[in-house]
């Protein structure tokens, strides 16, 4: 390999390790309107919303800003489902909704750990 393709991937390494940790830290569950115990309430209003429907995320990628809040929404009938990402999650369901607030600039991935192909993004400005 050349020397500049192994600083781009030290790069692209030490950005995604900075991310990891970052969200790790600053990202912690809001309040779940549902009353489940998996999160509690929304502080503030919610800047975007996903359907869990159809065994997908609806829509996959919802963009928001630093600071604002994302809900989940379960309308899939009885198929259970839940929202993983790396550093926490929803309970799984089959009803209810799941919020979670957003403070730190990045792009977050996630996903059903019950459907292999069900996964969505949060871009956080």
Known sequence: MTRHRLT???AALTLAVATA?????????????SGS???PRAT???????????????????TINA???????????QVP??????????STKITG?????FDSPGVYPYRCTIHI????TVVVR
Not at 21 to 33: E, T
Not at 70 to 77: A, L, M, T
Not at 97 to 101: A, P, Q, V, W
Request: glycine letters at 6%.
């Open 37 to 39: 115990s998996d999160s």
């Open 21 to 33: 940790a970052c969200s790790a830290v600053q990202n912690v569950p809001v309040q779940s309107a």
């Open 117 to 120: 192909n069900m996964a969505g």
């Open 8 to 10: 781009m991937i030290a």
């Open 67 to 77: 600071g604002q809040t994302v809900e989940w929404k379960w309308n899939d009938g």
């Open 44 to 62: 503030g209003p919610v800047a975007a919303t996903v359907t869990l429907v159809n065994t997908s995320f609806a829509p996959a990628v919802v």
């Open 97 to 101: 909704t799941y919020f979670h607030t």
């Open 81 to 90: 489902h839940n929202v993983t990402f790396d550093t926490f999650r929803s």
